[in-house]
Every structure is written in structure tokens, then in C-alpha cells.
């Protein structure tokens, strides 16, 4: 299911007209298969840190050529300004272990399971931002499908409805799931990706979320599984993160984080 904010079908690019002299030498424009025809949504409210922004506004270090692609890739990286910070109510207090000056808002392309270019957001730590973008610049070349990249804050950050959603997300200020240690999320360094079709599998055998069960026989090779050394585990792990489909007494098949917790 589409976001309601990204309604709008704006352009039809063709592959082919998208060589408008932005493609840099390390994204030759034969990276694109020419014969894809892509369209790009675009939230229907301008978002603040979309194209139409003016270059040179955002403090982001990240900004880059690479920062708006006619044929889809697109991220930007933000500090939280005062409307991120109160949109970020839920996922974020004063008691979470990290200061919210240490978290980036990431706005990025991804390719939904319905084959068309969306932009999504995502909340991670400052330190991993950069690589964050690079493995969802990689999952998106290799075209794999995200079901939707909203923040935990949609969902009131409550980890179960986010899940049930099949939410891709990273930062929300919460325990571990059955415990009372701050969760590698709190901090901004872990993100559950597809979290129906990787689901959190228990040592009893218990799955989260409840829709994922048909996903829990890892033999499935359905858009958007993850697998041991597929191109998503492999993207992650050139940034030096570890899978919990690795873990050995449980299995979080939808969580990577920087330090394999
Ligand atoms: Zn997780």
C-alpha cells in the first residue's frame, strides 16, 4: 500500500532522457537499465528537504551530486530541526541514552514492492549515516523492494504496529523485545528491514510480527527475504554490520545493526 502523501504520479522517466549531465564519473549512466521506465513520487506537500530545496540550505555534510538523480536514487541527509524534533515525539525524550543532536534524519529513495521509485525517511545516528545511505543506495541499484521507510513516529513508536506495517525503520527510543535493556535502536545504530518477510523468530518459536509466520521457513525465496550472503546481508556487512538471522539462540531476521547486537 502506498503512503497517502506520495499519491502523485509526477513524472514518467525514461531511462534513456536521464543523462542530463548530472551522472558523475563514479555512476556511469549504464547503471540503469535502459529499457526501465520509473516513475517518481513525490509527496504531494513539498518536503523540506526535497530537490526544489535550495542548494546550499542544508547543513547536511552529506549532500552531495549524488543527492538528486532524475531516474530515482535520491537521498539527503538533515540535522533535526525543530519540525523534525516535534514530529519525532514518540521515538525520542529527554531519557533516551543519546542527545537528539546526535541523530540524522535521512530522506531516500527506495523501490517498492510495486516496482516504482518512492521516497522514504529514515532517523539514524550521525556516525552511521553515510554508510546507512551507501547500503540503501546499493539495496536499490540491485533493485531490491522495501515495503515502506516511515518513521517509528507514524506508529506512535510502538515497535509491534511499525512491524505489522512492514515499516522499514531504524531509531526509536525503546528496550529490547521482552526485556529492559536499551535496544541497539535507541541509539540509532540498528534498522529492521522488511519486518514481515524477516521476522523476529524466538528461541520458542515465536514470531513477530504475527503476519511474518509464513516467512519464519527461511527456504522462502520471495521478494524482499533475506538471505545469508545475499546482496542486502552483503551491503550491510561492507559497512561492518552484523545480521541477527546470524544470531544463533534466536533469530531477528530483519535486524542489522553496527554493533551485531
Ligand atoms: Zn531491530
Redesign the pocket.
Known sequence: MKRSALGVVLIAVVATACNDGRATANEPASTTPASITVKTHVPENSHPSLPQRSPGASPSPARSSEDVHPIGWYAHVAVIDPVARARMRYSWHKACPIPIKDLRLIAMSYLGFDREVHVGEMVVHRSVAGDVVKVFRTMFRARYPIRRMRLVDDYRGDDNSSMAADNTSAFNCRRVTGGTAW???AYGR???VNPVENPYVSSSGKVLPPAGLRYADRSSRARGVIHHGDVVWRAFRSIGWGW?GDWRSFQ?Y??F?ATGR
Request: cysteine-free.
Open positions: 535496544s541497539e535502536h540498528a534498522i529492521d541477527g531477528d530483519q535486524h545493526s
